[in-house]
């Protein structure tokens, strides 16, 4: 039977807990007890408030930081049409008889191109850089942006945790 939650975030974070060696959900059967019921027979200890500090923390560098969520890697054939269509444009752009209609036709196909050439996870990370860029200061733990940005919360058989974002990218933190 699982315990009793004594802070509402420990709530959220229930929802999104999965064990950080096999991604299976985590179960919390009391105060301060995490089990895996896929892989680990050992609890892992880690107070309530240690998780929710070690939570906010990965979360406010996030937010403070939103640089740091990497996008996925562009694929070499997509840059290339992107770069076609920029070079098309380019030499129209400087041609001596300027056609507008042209031009104007060429600027559509680079965006089209640029658009083509972005996958979920680029829409995903630029996602999720807008919402903590936009995300307003918060003491504490920011339950409802945690829901925005995480797919996880990882609690390893350390102690240690980490967030897996939407986007796939994975931040981690100390034990503590």
Not at 13 to 39: K, S, T
């Amino acid at each position: 039977m699982s315990g009793r939650a004594n802070h509402t975030e420990i709530k959220d974070i229930r929802v999104l807990a999965r064990c950080a060696r096999c991604h299976g959900p985590m179960r919390r059967f009391r105060a301060n007890d995490w089990r895996c019921p896929h892989c680990a027979d050992t609890p892992v200890k880690i107070r309530d408030e240690n998780l929710i500090l070690s939570v906010g923390r990965l979360l406010h560098h996030l937010r403070e930081h939103p640089e740091t969520i990497a996008p996925a890697p562009a694929s070499k054939g997509e840059s290339e049409a992107v770069q076609a269509a920029q070079e098309r444009l380019d030499d129209e752009l400087e041609c001596a008889e300027f056609d507008e209609a042209a031009a104007k036709a060429l600027a559509k196909a680079l965006a089209s191109a640029r658009f083509d050439a972005l996958d979920s996870g680029d829409y995903e990370t630029m996602r999720l850089r807008y919402l903590l860029d936009s995300a307003k200061p918060c003491d504490g733990l920011d339950t409802a942006l945690l829901r925005q940005v995480a797919a996880a919360v990882l609690i390893h058989p350390s102690g240690a945790v980490g967030l897996k974002l939407k986007n796939g990218q994975t931040l981690e933190s100390p034990a503590g």
